[in-house]
C-alpha cells in the first residue's frame, strides 16, 4: 500500500519528442505528489509537484497529468531537449507515510535520454 | 547559502569497518534525512529527523545508526560495513509547511564495501 510504482525503466526519445513517464500508487491518503529530477553525479532535485485537488499542473515544457480515480499521474516533457537527459523520480507524501513531516516515498526512476 | 552539504564524497570501506557520513545545512530546515541510492531500487528512506532532538526509522534502518547533532547537522553511521551497504548516499532536509514540501538534497556519498 506504500509503493509507487514507476514506469518505464528507461525511456529513449528524439530531440523535439515527447517523454512520457508514469507512476501509480495504492494508498488514497497520498495528498502530494512531486517529480524530482537528477542528473549523474548530483543529488535529486524537485521539478514538479501536484496535489490531488488538480488534474493537471503545467510549468514550462514539464505537466503533471493526475487521475485520482485511477491512482495514476504521469510526467510529460514536451519538446524534449538533450539537456533533459536524466532520471526522474516521482514520488508520495501524506497517509501513514507523512504526518508532520515532509516524509516521501519514491518511485524507482526513469532514466531518460534525449538524442539530438 | 552552501544548501546541503556531504562528506566524503567517495569511500572505500572493508567488510566489518565503521564509518560515519556527515551531512550539513544551513536552510535552518527542522527535518533531515538519509536516503540509499540502488539501481533499480529507487531512493530509499534509512532514517529521519522531523526535528533537532529526534530520529526515526525508515524503510530500511537495519545496520544504520543516526545522530542529529543539533539543528543543522545530521550524520549516519556504519557500525559493521557490509557489501550490502555498497550504494550511493544521500541526506536531505526540508522545512514541514503546508505550502511547500520540498526536499533539498546533498550531492552524495558513494561508498563501496569489499
Known amino acids: 500500500q506504500q509503493q509507487v510504482k514507476q514506469s518505464p525503466q528507461s525511456l529513449i526519445v528524439q530531440k523535439g519528442g515527447i517523454s512520457i513517464i508514469n507512476c501509480a500508487y495504492e494508498?488514497?491518503?497520498?495528498?502530494?505528489f512531486p517529480w524530482y529530477q537528477q542528473f549523474p553525479g548530483k543529488g535529486p532535485a524537485l521539478l514538479i509537484a501536484?496535489?490531488?485537488?488538480?488534474s493537471e499542473k503545467k510549468e514550462g515544457r514539464f505537466t503533471i497529468s493526475f487521475n485520482k480515480s485511477a491512482k495514476q499521474f504521469s510526467l510529460h516533457i514536451m519538446d524534449s531537449q538533450p539537456g533533459d537527459s536524466a532520471t526522474y523520480f516521482c514520488a508520495a507524501k501524506g497517509g501513514m507515510y507523512g504526518g508532520a513531516t515532509n516524509k516521501l516515498i519514491f518511485g524507482t526512476g526513469t532514466l531518460l535520454a534525449v538524442q539530438p | 547559502n552552501a544548501g546541503v552539504t556531504q562528506t566524503p564524497k567517495f569511500q572505500v570501506l572493508k567488510t566489518g569497518q565503521s564509518m560515519t557520513l556527515q551531512c550539513a545545512q544551513d536552510m535552518n530546515h527542522n527535518s533531515m534525512y538519509w536516503y540509499r541510492q540502488d539501481p533499480g531500487m529507487g531512493l530509499r528512506l534509512i532514517y529521519y529527523?522531523?526535528?533537532?532532538?529526534?530520529?526515526d526509522k525508515g524503510e530500511v534502518p537495519n545496520g544504520y545508526n543516526v545522530s542529529r547533532l543539533n539543528k543543522r547537522e545530521f550524520s549516519l553511521r556504519l557500525e559493521s560495513a557490509a557489501p550490502s551497504q555498497t550504494s550511493v548516499y544521500f541526506c536531505?532536509?526540508?522545512?514541514?509547511?503546508?505550502?511547500?514540501?520540498?526536499?533539498?538534497f546533498g550531492p552524495g556519498t558513494r561508498l563501496t564495501v569489499t
Open positions: 494508498n488514497t491518503a497520498f495528498d502530494y
Open positions: 529527523s522531523a526535528s533537532e532532538g529526534t530520529t
Open positions: 536531505a532536509s526540508s522545512e514541514y509547511r503546508t505550502s511547500s514540501y520540498e526536499q533539498y
Open positions: 501536484i496535489r490531488p485537488d488538480v
